[in-house]
């Protein structure tokens, strides 16, 4: 597609469910990167994937959350065992490779009841 | 701690002014700076990238400028309209060199034209 497509674009969780969080990036673009966006604040750095290839995952706040891009496309970020503080904007966003702009999709918003 | 900083949460300025926000980062050396626009329920979009090599990048009514001695770098928006009310963030890319080139963003500055 033309953009970065994220789904579902809200999601509402009992705490303790466990939820799925969907990326479709650009076709051919390497670069997948995960972001985690408060209100009000900017996005902080979840983790990065090199095609299937997951670099760094040293913004994942706990063992909790867990990402994957099997084939170097589609990627899925789950949280288990949801916490009200997992309550946030999820921001997917992929590029080319480095020296490049990011295209970030629209976020999922997750809000734990 | 490594930081970075937007001048001001908000900044209201008339139509048709330049807008300047300011972006300082403290302990990065970072290998270039990015500017993104992001709208209320919508992700960041981007705008410019400029490189630790570069004084001065412009595109359109834009224009960034990046001083490493500083540590800063500002963005200008020139002429501007109320369609360029919107949050504006920051991003470094620092040069990790370990095959990790995630962008580090800061809080934001919250722009209003007023017309």
């Known amino acids: 597609g033309a953009g970065v497509s994220q789904s579902p674009r809200y999601k509402v969780a009992k705490r303790g469910q466990d939820v799925a969080l969907r990326c479709d990036p650009i076709?051919?673009?390497?670069?997948l990167f995960w972001y985690q966006q408060a209100l009000g604040q900017g996005p902080e750095f979840l983790t990065y994937f090199q095609n299937e290839a997951q670099l760094d995952k040293s913004g994942l706040p706990s063992d909790r959350f867990f990402a994957e891009r099997p084939e170097g496309s589609v990627s899925t970020l789950k949280i288990q065992r949801t916490q009200q503080e997992d309550s946030a904007v999820y921001l997917c966003?992929?590029?080319?490779?480095?020296?490049?702009?990011?295209?970030f999709g629209s976020g999922t918003r997750l809000t734990v009841v | 701690s490594q930081k970075i900083e937007q001048n001001s949460e908000a900044l209201n300025i008339q139509e048709g002014k330049t807008a300047t926000l300011t972006c300082n980062y403290t302990?990065?050396?970072?290998?270039?700076l990015q500017w993104y626009r992001q709208d209320p329920g919508r992700g960041p979009v981007f705008l410019l990238l400029i490189r630790e090599n570069e004084k001065e990048k412009r595109k359109e009514r834009l224009k960034v400028t990046f001083d490493t001695t500083l540590k800063q770098s500002l963005f200008h928006i020139t002429a501007s309209q109320p369609a360029d009310s919107a949050t504006y963030l920051c991003a470094l890319d620092p040069y990790s060199g370990a095959g990790s080139y995630q962008l580090t963003f800061g809080k934001g500055t919250k722009l209003s034209v007023i017309p």
């Open positions: 302990n990065y050396s970072p290998a270039y």
């Open positions: 966003a992929s590029s080319p490779g480095s020296s490049y702009g990011y295209t």
């Open positions: 076709s051919g673009h390497v670069s």
